[in-house]
């Protein structure tokens, strides 16, 4: 997974690894991907891949791409 610090076309820079808005949550903030329940029921594999250590993570610099 890469996410870009800049991006300006994905809102917010969290869901560019699958986090997501924790609504209603403390401060509004941001939730892990870990913490989803696309990931906690597994419904698109990413728990599986996650539990394989097939997922990398990367925060560059710079826009969209």
Do not use: C, W
């Amino acid at each position: 997974m890469m996410a870009f610090v800049n991006d300006t076309m994905v809102f917010p820079m969290e869901s560019q690894m699958f986090g997501e808005r924790n609504i209603g949550g403390e401060n509004e903030d941001y939730n892990p991907y870990m913490k989803t329940e696309v990931y906690t029921q597994d419904l698109i594999g990413l728990k599986t891949l996650d539990d394989e250590r097939k997922i990398k993570m990367f925060v560059m610099e710079g826009g969209h791409l």
